[in-house]
């Protein structure tokens, strides 16, 4: 009974850290916990240290992807240092300041760090470049750049949650880890 309550555990840490990742909160990193816990508790054996290892460099790396996302978009549509600058800063303060302001869970924080982002790159490019259409479409292609951050970090949350699960469920059936 004991087994069957760790895996439910497990399976509702891992589908409650993707909901958060959905949100910009650090979901990822949830299902990673879940699954460092679970196996900590079975003696490293249920779904494998290696499998852990390997795990954390996608979650690492989706949250680098993610925070660099907007930044690399915003490059791409000529954006100065300073407006590049601008969309992480911007995109950082909106998630704290509009999650502060809206009572929505979650919502704040998504569209605080989309308008965010949008503003600080837009401000940024302004202050260097008075011409406004350049600065919206800098604005513009950061926000786009988050949004795609974002989708890969919530995607890499459900990969990681579908792989410990499955490895979970494997090795109950099996009663051996795959690796």
Same mark, same amino acid.
């Given at each position: 009974m004991v087994d069957v309550l760790w895996m439910v555990g497990l399976v509702v840490t891992a589908l409650s850290g993707v909901a958060?990742?959905? #949100?910009?909160?650090?979901g990822v990193w949830l299902v990673l916990a879940a699954a460092v816990g679970y196996d900590w508790h079975y003696g490293w054996n249920q779904i494998g240290v290696?499998?852990?290892?390997?795990?954390?460099?996608?979650a690492a790396a989706a949250?680098? #992807?993610?925070?660099?996302?907007?930044?690399?978009?915003a490059k791409k549509a000529?954006?100065?240092?300073?407006a590049a600058v601008g969309s992480l800063i911007g995109g950082f303060v909106?998630?704290? #300041?509009?999650?502060?302001?809206?009572?929505?869970?979650?919502?704040?924080?998504?569209a605080g760090g989309l308008?965010?982002?949008?503003?600080?790159?837009?401000?940024?490019?302004?202050?260097?470049?008075?011409d406004l259409e350049t600065?919206?479409?800098v604005g513009l292609f950061a926000t786009a750049g988050k949004v795609v951050g974002l989708v890969a970090k919530t995607s890499t949350a459900a990969v990681i949650a579908g792989a410990v699960i499955s490895l979970a469920v494997w090795t109950r059936i099996k009663g051996v880890a795959p690796l």
């Open positions: 958060l990742a959905a #949100f910009q909160l650090p290696p499998w852990l290892i390997g795990l954390g460099f996608m949250e680098v #992807f993610d925070f660099f996302a907007g930044l690399i978009a000529g954006a100065s240092r300073r909106g998630m704290i #300041f509009i999650s502060v302001t809206l009572p929505i869970p979650g919502f704040g924080a998504v308008i965010g982002c949008f503003l600080g790159a837009l401000i940024a490019e302004l202050s260097l470049n008075k600065g919206a479409r």
